[in-house]
């Protein structure tokens, strides 16, 4: 399993949504893009897409932007995952063919390593990448102390 840049860019945008979550307002992209280095263009598709998933919400007018359609602690990392790149949790449907002993076995061992991932997936939420995030910021301000 590898990051795509796609969700590594949604990652970032909405952890900083989260961190401006408690204000209340909206971000506007071309905020989002610079604190995170993030093309506008490409923000711009990639919240589209969050939106429709149901991640984050907009706003029209001159105070509108996007903001997230759910408290932090209640996204998880999979939510957003799911949204992007389509994951698929379900067993995979029995083939009308009979399949070999070795390849049933290399099918077992690869569904149970991406249960395993989602699961993991499952576990982290944007607050606790904010929180993790803001711990080592403060431990590498004091390492250079």
């Given at each position: 399993?590898?990051?795509?840049?796609?969700?590594?860019y949604?990652?970032?945008?909405l952890?900083?949504m989260?961190?401006?979550?408690?204000?209340?307002?909206?971000m506007q992209?071309?905020?989002?893009a610079?604190?995170?280095?993030?093309?506008d263009?490409?923000?711009?598709?990639?919240l589209?897409t969050l939106?429709?998933?149901g991640?984050?919400?907009?706003?029209?007018?001159?105070k509108?932007?996007?903001?997230?359609?759910r408290?932090?602690?209640?996204i998880?990392?999979?939510?957003?995952f799911?949204?992007l790149?389509?994951?698929?949790?379900?067993n995979?449907e029995?083939?009308s063919?009979?399949?070999?002993v070795?390849?049933?076995?290399?099918e077992?061992?690869w569904?149970?390593?991406?249960?395993?991932?989602?699961?993991?997936l499952?576990?982290?939420?944007l607050?606790?990448?904010c929180?993790q995030?803001d711990?080592?910021r403060?431990?590498?301000i004091?390492?250079?102390?």
């Open positions: 399993m590898e990051l795509s840049c796609k969700s590594e949604a990652i970032l945008a952890l900083e989260t961190t401006h979550y408690e204000n209340g307002e909206p992209i071309r905020q989002i610079a604190q995170q280095n993030i093309p263009r490409y923000l711009e598709q990639l589209a939106r429709r998933g991640i984050v919400k907009s706003q029209r007018g001159s509108g932007g996007y903001f997230l359609a408290e932090p602690w209640k998880s990392i999979f939510d957003i799911e949204c790149e389509g994951l698929d949790v379900k995979p029995e083939d063919q009979p399949k070999s070795d390849s049933s076995i290399v077992e061992i569904r149970e390593a991406c249960q395993a991932a989602n699961s993991v499952q576990k982290y939420s607050q606790d990448l929180e995030r711990l080592r403060q431990l590498d004091m390492y250079y102390i």
